[in-house]
Nanobody, 124 residues
């Protein structure tokens, strides 16, 4: 059974950092692209970052380039999103998802399994 579980969200002040984790089971993240998306109240789900299958490229939304870093730990079957210099506009529920097939990486309709989400709130 395929499952994705996010963790690591919370309340942080502007300029702070958080690391989100996406623990996968039922498949190997080494052979699938995993994406992070976020959704703020009243807004559409937005692609944040994606890490492709092992040794492949990574992708970032322009709004997070230079601040967020996506990585994977094959031994733990987990994908991480390191978020630095957080801004209030980063506030959202963050989801990880498994890419089924196709491009572009930030099209949520191409993802076949999703986690339940973790809340990130950036506020002073």
């Amino acid at each position: 059974q395929v499952q994705l579980v996010e963790s690591g969200g919370g309340l942080v002040k502007p300029g702070g950092s958080l690391r989100l984790s996406c623990a996968a089971s039922g498949f190997s993240t080494r052979y699938y692209a995993i994406g992070w998306f976020r959704q703020a109240p009243g807004k559409e789900r937005e692609g944040v970052s994606c890490i492709t299958s092992d040794e492949g490229p990574t992708y970032y939304a322009d709004s997070v380039k230079g601040r967020f870093t996506i990585s994977r730990d094959n031994a733990r079957n987990t994908v991480y999103l390191e978020m630095n210099d957080l801004k209030p506009e980063d506030t959202a529920v963050y989801y990880c998802a498994r890419l089924g097939y196709g491009t572009p990486w930030n099209d949520p309709d191409l993802y076949d399994y999703w986690g339940q989400g973790t809340q990130v709130t950036v506020s002073s």
